[in-house]
């Protein structure tokens, strides 16, 4: 691979043993699996979905979703507080698809139910303690919305979905499975009082890490196909699980500062960071990067990271007797903060080996 | 204008007083301006400065030289350190214009100089204090760097160029201006040591402020064009001088939080953020949205402002008088900490009017 410029590379191999053992703990949990599409946003990367068995999938925009059925899928929830404004689309890929989308709130569905010109499933969005979007499980306005769902000829209601993206932010394990349990109870409560409705659940870190998945419908993770740092912080991945890193050109190399620029910017790799517990600012980690063979970048190389992010240049902080093996010219990679947001910057710009 | 998703919206109007008041002042300094183009990346905008007489720009990247050399702008110069990777493409650009490149290190100029095939100019990157890319002006890689310039027949020395980019830390003007003094007097004595050389400056919150920007050859300002929440907390914009706004839908409202959510996340305003100083995250200002009328968007909501960001959503606080106003399918401006990154990402999604 000739590398010119920051290139967004993805391990097939790596990407496929994700989603392998995604499916295998939805299936131990009895559980279906609708991966979120929004971390990779590529019809390629779905296509190792749809050979491995999956046909629903999850995105978080109606543009989203109007590109992958393009691509031939049919099952789409847009997992995001309806968007009054894209009505018209939403029509539009309601007539051709399973389309769902997602409400919070009475406003929103009745002025859908006015609006709306062909069938869709409808998922009341919960919030389960992240307090983004979602209404609380013993909110009287829950009751209210399935009312309204109940008189439209075209809206189905299908069940609770919630995002518990508290996870990110929970230490371990434990604390993840307790957020898992916490949450089950609440949307268990809403499921006994409508029966024959679905609870959607989705996250990375649970979904990745926690026993105590049993009992929900429907999972939908979606960093897990590439997993990035954060995931790797959080426990959710090993540090080879990671599936993507950016190649970027080195153009300056400091010995005496023990730094080196990199062109591969906030524009390539998002200024997602990790404050972490020494007073620094993780913008990535960075590897040595194998032009030929399997694997093209290995372990990251200890002691350095990316410490800042300008809108094209990266400062690598490397120990000094590291520093010696790199000159312009040369590629380092990046293993990215955040991969959803680096797969977004660099769609343009993806190699997938 | 319809908006039915987040919108990078540019004000013309004020875009064309922010150009004309920085071709004032870079005249009143005795300079020429050579804008940098990497925070519009817009060859619609970039016609308002050459109607205006402006004919050299700046950019960040060769892709980008690329593109304004498309768009008919033939005096390039790419204020980032030169990338050996591509210099197939600087060879062919250099071919049709006049291009000038950026170099911090013997080790690159040896190495372009044997593979360069066109005549290139060549500023020496100087680091006055930012300790980003560039060296010290008392390095002896300068005069190294000069003699190998003058050994081809294809390269010739332009001069010296920083990037103070330190004045973005800098607290008021008095302390920008010493940046200012301070990197002259080691630019100065460059030029003095090198006659007939260039020394070229540039940053927005000098450019805009400083009251001793005499003696610099060039001005190369980028960000002055749209300004942004960071540029007005530094001090270098009123308010009202902020040309862009991201116009996002409304998609749930929480009275009793006080918070509304928005289509309008990180892949679409950047995660930049300012750590305000009573210990919150600041991603941006919101106003109201004027469909109708000349001005698009008016003075900040008064305690609002958008506290959180994920990928998709953004999260609005905003007093509880307040928010009675907004409904779901309405639209709330954003206004931008960091416009560059934000212009970059809404490419495909910008309206001039």
Known sequence: MKIEEPTFLVDKNKVIKNIEKMIGRTKHFGAVLRPHFKTHQNAEIGELFRSRGINRITVSSVSMAEYFAKHGWTNITIAFPANLLEIKKINNLAETIKLNILVDSLFTIKKLSDIITHELGVYIKIDTGYHRSGLLYDSDEIGNIIDEIGKSKLLSFEGFLTHAGHTYNAKGKPAIEKIVDD??????????????????WGDTPSCSMADNLNGFDELRPGNFVYYDVMQYHIGSCQMNEIAVAVACPVVSVFPERGEIILYGGAVHLSKEFIAADNNFSLYGYVTKYNETGNNKWGEPIAGAWVSSLSQEHAIVKIPKEKIKEFHPGDIICVLPIHSCLTANLLKQNTLIF
Do not use: C, E
């Open 183 to 200: 949450s089950k109870k609440q949307l268990t409560n809403l499921k006994n009082k409508y029966p024959d409705t679905k609870i959607s």
